[in-house]
Antibody
C-alpha cells in the first residue's frame, strides 16, 4: 500500500523560496508520475504540476515560472520548489500520485503560511 | 485552459435520499474526468476516474456518467459519511497536460 507524507516549513517569508518534500513508502518512486496540488484556506483545489523519475515534468501555466519539481530515487521521494512566494501562496499543499490523469493516492497535506 | 463548472454550489439532502451533482467542461474532454470527495481537514479521495469507473474501495452507491462536456455524479441513499465536498477534475491532453478542478459542490444535511 503506497503512502505519501509531505514535509516542509510551515512558515515562509514573502519573496523567499518554499521547498516541500513528499516521502513515498510502500512502493518505488520510479514507477509513477507524482504531483502537487494545493488548496488555499476555504478555497478549492489547484494543480501545481507533475514530475516523473526521469525528470520529465509539466507545470501549471499560472505557476510555471516559479515552480520546479524533482525526484530523488535514492531517498524514494519527490520535491516541490516554489520561488518568490507571496501571501497568495498560503495554502495546504498535497502531494499525490498521478495515475492516468487522476490523483489516486494523496498525502495528508502540509500547511504553508506566507508571512513576514 | 479548460474551465470546469460544478453545480449546484450547495446541495441539501436528507439522509437516505439520493443526490446528483453536475460538472461541465468548457470544451470536450471525452471521458477524461475524475470525481473526488473531501471531508473537513482531510485530503481529497478519488471516487471516480474515466468519468464512470469507481476507484478501488468506493461503495457502489456512488455512480457517475457523462462524456464530452457534461458529467454527473450520483449518490444513492446518502449515508452520514457522504456529507462532504465533491470536486470534479479534468485530465484532457495527457501527457502533457494541464489539469483543472471544478470549484466544488458541498453536500450538506437537510
Amino acid at each position: 500500500q503506497v503512502q505519501l507524507q509531505e514535509s516542509g516549513p510551515g512558515l515562509v517569508k514573502p519573496s523567499e523560496t518554499l521547498s516541500l518534500t513528499c516521502a513515498v513508502s510502500g512502493g518505488p518512486v520510479s514507477s509513477y508520475y507524482w504531483s502537487w496540488v494545493r488548496q488555499p484556506p476555504g478555497g478549492g483545489l489547484e494543480w501545481i504540476g507533475f514530475v516523473y523519475y526521469t525528470g520529465a515534468s509539466n507545470y501549471s501555466p499560472s505557476l510555471k515560472s516559479r515552480v520546479t519539481m524533482s525526484v530523488d530515487t535514492s531517498k524514494n521521494q519527490h520535491s516541490l520548489t516554489l520561488t518568490s512566494v507571496t501571501a497568495a501562496d498560503t495554502a495546504v499543499y498535497y502531494c499525490a500520485r498521478l495515475t492516468w490523469g487522476s490523483f489516486d493516492i494523496w498525502g495528508q497535506g502540509t500547511g504553508v503560511i506566507v508571512s513576514s | 485552459e479548460i474551465v470546469m463548472t460544478q453545480s449546484p454550489v450547495t446541495l441539501s439532502v436528507s439522509p437516505g435520499e439520493g443526490a446528483t451533482l453536475s460538472c461541465s467542461a468548457s470544451q470536450s474532454i471525452g471521458t477524461n474526468l475524475a470525481w473526488y470527495q473531501q471531508k473537513p481537514g482531510q485530503a481529497p479521495r478519488l471516487l471516480i476516474y474515466g468519468a464512470t469507473n469507481r476507484a478501488t474501495g468506493i461503495a457502489a452507491r456512488f455512480s457517475a456518467s457523462g462524456s464530452g462536456t457534461e458529467f454527473r455524479l450520483t449518490i444513492s441513499g446518502l449515508q452520514s459519511e457522504d456529507f462532504a465536498l465533491y470536486y470534479c477534475q479534468q485530465y484532457n491532453n495527457w501527457p502533457p497536460a494541464s489539469y483543472t478542478f471544478g470549484q466544488g459542490t458541498k453536500v450538506e444535511i437537510k
